[in-house]
Each structure stands twice: as C-alpha cells, then as structure tokens.
C-alpha cells in the first residue's frame, strides 16, 4: 500500500535528483526506480538486486548473473514477478522503455510523474512524453 504522503515524498525525490548525474549502481535507471518505489512505499522494490559497479559492463555482468539465479528471461520479467502489469499511465507506476544497441538491460527505466515520464540521463532527469512501446507497472 502506497505511504498516505506518497505524492510529496515522490515529488521531493523527483526534485532532489532532478540535476544529479547519472552514476553506476548510485544514481543509475534501476537505482532509480527503487528510490522511486521507496518514496511511494517505504520499502524498496528489489533492494536484493543492488550491487557494486562502476561501469556499464560491470552492470551488464551484475544483472545477467542476477537474471540468471532467479530465472528470468529478461528484467521485464523480473518486474513483472514483482509489480503488476498496467496499460494506463498513472502518476508513481514504473515506466520501461526499450533501447535499441548494446545496453545494460534493454530498457530505459523511469517514473510517472504527470502525463510525462521522468527518466535519468548522464546529466539528471529528463522529462518526456511516453511512447506507445512503453511498459508500465503499478505500484500499489
């Protein structure tokens, strides 16, 4: 259940990072989405999935191991075993967007924050309107 402040714990969260840089496995997308989750929650949505990394790669090889001990075929699909699913765009739910290339996870990650979705860039937050391809999950 989401805190009874969650809407200016989210907001203080959001303007906090607003100009932070991005910084692997500090301030990175799935950094992020777990603040994000603890700012709604009180409780985060996969600190298990924290780790110690300082590069792209470095992340690439942590979640792949991650991925591979717990099962899952993707980091969708590891979402998916924790949050549900949602074809609206609510303001808290975590948004994915997939990347095209060579990335870490195939996904952008960020957070409903008003009809635009807040995701994290090397130099801070970028605010941007969703995409069709979009994935969200509720968190209630």
């Not at 692997?24 to 992020?32: A, H, L, P, Q, Y």
């Not at 994000?36 to 470095?58: Q, V």
């Not at 992340?59 to 991925?67: D, N």
């Amino acid at each position: 259940m989401r805190q009874a402040d969650w809407e200016t714990r989210l907001g203080e969260m959001i303007e906090n990072l607003r100009d932070e840089p991005m910084v692997w496995s500090v301030n990175d997308c799935f950094t992020f989405i777990n603040a994000c989750h603890y700012a709604l929650k009180g409780e985060f949505l996969a600190d298990e999935w924290f780790g110690k990394y300082a590069t792209a790669y470095e992340a690439k090889m942590h979640y792949g191991r991650l991925l591979k001990e717990t099962g899952h075929a993707s980091i969708t699909e590891a979402i998916d075993s924790k949050l549900d699913r949602d074809v609206g765009m609510a303001r808290g739910s975590i948004a994915a967007r997939h990347l095209e290339g060579d990335t870490v996870l195939g996904y952008a990650f960020g957070v409903v924050v008003s009809d635009k979705i807040a995701f994290l860039t090397l130099d801070g937050l970028d605010f941007v309107q969703p995409l069709e391809t979009d994935i969200f999950w509720s968190v209630n």
